[in-house]
């Protein structure tokens, strides 16, 4: 409780001490992150940063928001999903759609397309999750065919080819946002889904997700339901997903048949086996690697760079390595270089 | 079936567990066959023989992993009733009082020691997932309570300074009293152990045998094991059961089994090394 | 009743396709544990290859389709030898996301080395048609269900009564007892990735006369495999050809009867209604889990 009114000299030594500084308190680190990561319109502004920066790390957000889920899904529950774009997708239509053409309020249309895509989410589940994992990887790949398929074809909903467009979005019918409140709200979204799902994989409901990765025997014996759960982790990060869809198309504006591929459920899948399963902060520096370094960094290469695809390769190699080399993901690295650090300072004060 | 399970079936006031005429068929393969024992209530009960007799698949018949070919299995359950075992769901046996350990410990790497004993409390975690997630006042509750308890079993079994270390990498012993400590979160009325002592060395068995005794007594329940450890078999349980290729051999307290010369000629190669 | 023959005989050349890269998913399921999610990726990558040797290195496309070949051959093995070989420490589901990674990879090297503008590849026999109570089924069709048929036929042999497949199927009942009686199960994985990589480029060159060689050539193809593998069930070699088979006629049924735009959608989903009644497929079982 002290810890709240110290200085920052104390600060240091109690951090070392005692171990219960507000800094060690994770929801303020979750909050402390946000407000971080939401300074990046002012620094544009302030002609630090570029402005398309905005669009860059906000979409980063976005996509960290639906590798959540799927970390929930894969890294905690152990179960594939190759249907992320494909419910992103869905919900980002669905929210253009019924606000543009049906003038609903941002809110109201936020509920129901998270809602839609969590009921097919949960039917399909239900099919599929009976029997071990592999067949939810084989049946959301169908669904996400389909989906592909609807957003082409069913131009009165879709706009088939050319896109849908989306306008940002009008919050409690009064404030409307413009493109910097908007990444605002993108970031409050972030700091909103991090700190229920600290909670949550922290719970018991984490637990039984640990459990029937590490032994689905061991889960049932103590009583978890495998059917249950596994629906749950499924809805889960299907909604995730779905309210990255939304925040998506009102952030972004527009959307179009070709993002929501299987080559974005496998970005989104590399995000969190290279950020670090089962890790929060993993997760976004997952997401930062896959989608920004290709963008910023591999573009700047001659020749290699240039080339279409080079951002797949990039990522599929990495995606091997670590699974191989580094399965805790690039996420440990901190710890692990802090453990080194330290280590070396322990050294040369014995010696000295 | 349906009318096997709702007949009532009364186990004498001081039985807990019948298998009546179990069998079970692994293609053709008869691993289990018309089996018939009863487990007394407070009993320390063991089921011995030789490799491959079916002792591992008993188990597995009681906790509904496999499903029985035929036969019965009536339980008393913690809330007093007698109800058959067969066909009801994997997860929903501890419900009843039963809990089990594994032959090859079943513990999650990834957790720490506290929290792969908390899964072991997971049908007294009432919460919903939302109350989880927005971390509501019912959940820190019940999440605290059935923390501490955990510490107490674990400081019960003498591991309680590791409770946050990550089971991954721990030594044999300590991931199998981390498995046993699960076991009794769910205040069991019955627990089966698969082979506690397997991996043990001689002063952790001699222990074992130790707790074994005290759980039975503090926690006020019966416990049915699997060993192959003969000296820890004979030492501890009150009545034994003694079977080869799914068949009885012989049933009753260690020095009739010690003494039985069909036991004596299914373990005959195999004791003597 | 013509019309109907002719769907059949329809079904029986793109049933085909689907049974090659339905074997290559199974061999691989088998004998590694896994789902090689990267089968129809790495089988346009290989028609792409054959393409080039066609269009721009000039080659008759028979010599075209055996470097298609050799291709294939050499990119299944260097994922076993480079890849899953030092894999070992990996869990199954690991190393089904590292054949989702092997998918970036395909599709990131493909546009590098042969552009990105769509190919397109010549039938074999460019012209012709057979016809059978009134239904027409091209030169090139027929040569197709032949082909297909043969190399099923082959590989059935091959499983069944040589020493390789018995190897093979050995490691795929247990590929840990396998190895202490002495199989060679390295070589064995060696040639399943290999078989799976050909098995793929064979039904790549098949199905790209109908469309544009593209990145997408083999997304519906892998799909009905994957389906065909579902319906026929994991367990056997024969029963996801079995299913291949019947998705082919399903498929071109509901093309022709329901709707040609949402005749292949509603085939998947079909299947998934499938799983809630069947979920072991047509001729899986329920396997019993050790504990």
Redesign the interface.
């Given at each position: 409780m002290a810890s709240k009114i110290m200085g920052t000299g104390a600060g240091k030594t109690l951090q070392q001490n005692g171990r219960k500084t507000i800094l060690h308190n994770p929801y303020f680190q979750f909050v402390l992150f946000g407000v971080i990561i939401a300074c990046v319109p002012l620094l544009s502004s302030a002609g630090i940063l570029r402005s398309s920066y905005i669009t860059l790390v906000g979409s980063v957000l976005i996509y960290s928001v639906a590798a959540m889920g799927l970390n929930l899904l894969?890294g905690y529950s152990?179960l594939?999903s190759?249907g992320t774009a494909g419910f992103m997708g869905l919900a980002a239509y669905m929210s253009a759609y019924l606000t543009s053409n049906l003038g609903l309020p941002f809110e109201l249309s936020l509920v129901i397309s998270i809602a839609v895509p969590v009921i097919i989410g949960i039917l399909?589940g239900?099919?599929?999750l009976?029997?071990e994992?592999?067949?939810l990887?084989?049946?959301t790949?169908?669904?996400s065919?389909?989906l592909r398929?609807?957003f082409e074809?069913l131009e009165v909903f879709t706009n088939g080819f050319s896109g849908k467009t989306a306008a940002y979005p009008k919050i409690l019918g009064f404030l409307q946002l413009n493109r910097d409140t908007t990444y605002v709200l993108l970031v409050v979204a972030l700091v909103i889904i991090m700190i229920?799902t600290y909670?949550?994989v922290n719970?018991?409901?984490g637990?039984?997700f640990?459990?029937m990765?590490?032994?689905?025997?061991?889960?049932?014996?103590?009583?978890?339901?495998?059917l249950k759960y596994r629906l749950?982790a499924f809805a889960l990060a299907t909604a995730y997903a779905s309210l990255s869809g939304v925040l998506y198309v009102h952030f972004i504006k527009y959307t179009y048949p070709s993002t929501w591929t299987?080559?974005m459920s496998?970005n989104i899948?590399?995000v969190i086996?290279i950020g670090g399963l089962?890790s929060i902060y993993g997760t976004i520096l997952g997401a930062a690697i896959v989608f920004i370094i290709p963008d910023l960094l591999l573009k700047q290469i001659p020749v290699l760079g240039q080339?279409?695809?080079?951002?797949?390769?990039?990522?599929?190699?990495?995606?091997?390595c670590v699974?191989?080399f580094y399965?805790n993901g690039l996420i440990k690295v901190f710890p692990e270089l802090a453990g080194l650090f330290r280590k070396k300072k322990g050294k040369g004060e014995s010696n000295g | 079936m349906a009318e096997k399970n709702t007949a009532v079936h009364t186990l004498a006031p001081d039985e807990i567990l019948q298998v009546k005429n179990l069998s079970i068929n692994f293609g053709g393969l008869k691993a289990v066959d018309d089996l018939t024992f009863t487990l007394k209530e407070k009993e320390i009960f063991g089921l011995i023989g030789p490799n491959g007799a079916g002792k591992t698949t008993v188990f597995n018949c009681i906790?509904q992993?496999y499903k029985p070919t035929a036969g019965e299995i009536w339980f008393r359950t913690n809330k007093g009733t007698v109800e058959n075992l067969i066909g009801k769901?994997?997860?929903?046996?501890?419900?009843l009082g039963l809990?089990?350990t594994?032959q090859n410990v079943?513990?999650?790497?990834?957790?720490s020691i506290i929290?792969n004993v908390?899964?072991?409390a997971?049908?007294d975690?009432k919460?919903s997932?939302l109350s989880?997630?927005?971390?509501l006042p019912k959940?820190r509750r019940?999440?605290r309570e059935l923390r501490q308890q955990a510490e107490s079993v674990l400081d019960y079994l003498g591991i309680v300074e590791l409770k946050d270390q990550l089971a991954g990498g721990q030594p044999y012993g300590i991931l199998k009293k981390v498995e046993l400590a699960?076991t009794l979160m769910?205040q069991p009325r019955l627990i089966i152990l698969d082979e506690p002592a397997a991996g043990l060395n001689d002063v952790e068995t001699e222990q074992l045998a130790e707790t074994i005794h005290t759980i039975r007594d503090k926690y006020n329940c019966t416990i049915f094991l699997v060993e192959h450890d003969m000296r820890l078999v004979m030492s501890i349980c009150n009545h034994i059961c003694a079977i080869s290729f799914g068949k009885l051999l012989a049933n009753g307290t260690p020095s009739e089994i010690q003494n039985n010369k069909s036991v004596q000629e299914a373990y005959l190669g195999a004791e003597e090394d | 009743m013509s019309t109907f023959l002719q769907l059949f005989l329809r079904s029986l050349e793109t049933g085909g396709i689907f049974a090659l890269a339905a074997l290559g998913i199974i061999i691989i399921y088998r004998t590694n544990n896994l789902?090689h999610?990267a089968q129809g990726t790495m089988g346009m990558f290989n028609t792409y290859v054959v393409t080039f040797f066609f269009t721009t290195v000039g080659a008759p496309l028979w010599l075209a389709v055996i470097c298609g070949l050799v291709s294939a051959t050499l990119s299944g093995a260097v994922v076993d030898f480079v890849?899953i070989r030092?894999?070992k420490k990996?869990t199954a589901?690991?190393k089904?996301?590292?054949t989702?990674?092997?998918?970036?990879?395909f599709?990131?090297?493909?546009?590098?080395l042969f552009g990105?503008d769509p190919l397109s590849l010549p039938k074999f026999i460019p012209t012709g048609s057979v016809s059978f109570f009134g239904a027409a089924i091209s030169y090139n069709g027929m040569l197709n269900i032949i082909i297909g048929l043969a190399i099923m036929g082959f590989l059935f042999y091959l499983l069944q009564k040589t020493k390789l497949g018995l190897a093979i199927r050995t490691t795929a009942s247990n590929e840990y007892t396998a190895r202490l009686m002495g199989v060679p199960t390295r070589s064995v994985t060696l040639f399943a990735w290999a078989l799976a990589a050909i098995l793929g480029c064979l039904a790549g060159v098949m199905i790209a006369p109908t469309t544009s060689v593209t990145l997408n050539l083999m997304?519906?193809v892998q799909?009905n495999a994957?389906?065909a593998?579902?319906l026929g069930g994991?367990q056997t070699f024969y029963g996801p050809v079995l299913g291949a088979y019947i998705i082919g006629v399903l498929k071109n049924l509901l093309i022709y009867y329901v709707s040609s735009?949402?005749g292949?959608?509603i085939l998947?989903?079909l299947?998934?209604?499938f799983?809630?009644f069947k979920?072991?497929g047509l001729i899986g079982k329920k396997t019993i889990?050790k504990?």
């Open positions: 894969f152990g594939i190759l399909i239900l099919a599929s009976r029997m994992g592999l067949y990887a084989i049946v790949l169908c669904v065919e389909v398929k609807t074809e229920l909670n949550l719970g018991q409901t637990r039984a640990h459990a990765r590490g032994s689905v025997v061991a889960a049932q014996a103590m009583g978890v339901n495998l749950l299987m080559g496998l899948l590399a086996v089962r080339i279409n695809g080079f951002s797949y390769i990039f990522s599929g190699v990495l995606i091997i699974i191989m399965p | 906790t992993f769901q994997v997860h929903d046996i501890i419900r809990v089990r594994f079943e513990l999650i790497r990834e957790l929290d908390l899964i072991g997971h049908i975690f919460a997932v989880q997630a927005l971390k959940a019940e999440e699960r769910c | 789902i999610f890849i030092n894999a990996v589901s690991g089904e996301i590292i989702l990674g092997l998918i970036m990879i599709l990131g090297i493909t546009p590098m990105v997304d519906s799909v994957f389906i593998c579902v994991f735009v949402w292949e959608q998947y989903l299947i998934i209604v799983i809630v979920p072991w889990k504990v």
